[in-house]
């Protein structure tokens, strides 16, 4: 018997976006202009996390003269480059957006990026119309991997948490899930899951058209799911 669900709740950041490679080369390129040499151990250790929690980190690593203003307007102009040439959406995203729309699902996006960045990026990609709701880093006091953002995005769809499949690419986002309640789908992206971030996951899988094909063999659309204003 399939377990149900009534809701959807989507990463963007690497889940949706194909954006985490884009953040992840731009950081390094501006910390090694400015002679931060083998940054890269520290960049993923960022991964999923809110910016002003990777800011932090970074001076902690880096010491108290770190030049943080700096380094942002250069990964800034890094990663505004690179966005330039185009705003990917990962494989399977279109057809697993189109499937939940079809079959009535709520949807919400659930990020750790800024609100401004968020609707710029939902706007380039062409995808903001299909959710519900959309909630960001701006919404809440603690972002991932705290659960706040998660329980938020269900009360905003007015559905239980367990009601919800939740769908990420790192392990903040699935810590943040797993601790709101959600049904957790694991497509990584840049990392490999942990044994213990693995144990908090219903399933790891390669991409959204197997997430797709998971969510029609082993968990089913509700008949109760219905149609939510949009936050």
Request: aromatic fraction near 6%.
């Amino acid at each position: 018997m399939k377990a149900q669900f009534e809701a959807v709740l989507l990463d963007m950041d690497g889940t949706l976006l194909d954006t985490e490679q884009v953040y992840l080369a731009s950081l390094i390129k501006a910390l090694e202009a400015f002679g931060y040499r083998d940054a890269t151990a520290i960049c993923h250790a960022m991964i999923g996390l809110p910016g002003p929690e990777c800011e932090a980190m970074l001076r902690d690593h880096y010491g108290t003269d770190f030049p943080l203003a700096d380094i942002n307007k250069a990964y800034a102009a890094h990663r505004d480059d690179l966005l330039a040439q185009g705003l990917p959406l990962k494989p399977g995203a279109m057809d697993l957006l189109d499937a939940l729309r079809d079959a009535g699902c709520p949807m919400a996006l659930v990020t750790s990026s800024s609100r401004r960045t968020a609707d710029r990026y939902l706007e380039l990609a062409g995808i903001r119309d299909r959710f519900d709701a959309v909630l960001t880093r701006d919404d809440v006091a603690r972002g991932k991997p705290h659960p706040d953002l998660y329980l938020l995005a269900a009360e905003r769809l007015r559905v239980s948490p367990h009601a919800c499949v939740a769908v990420e690419d790192s392990s903040p986002g699935v810590t943040a899930a797993h601790a709101a309640g959600a049904i957790t789908i694991m497509v990584p992206d840049i990392l490999q899951p942990t044994d213990n971030i693995r144990a908090k996951c219903a399933a790891v899988l390669p991409d959204l058209h197997a997430v797709l094909a998971f969510m029609h063999t082993r968990i089913g659309f509700s008949e109760t799911a219905r149609t939510t204003s949009t936050a």
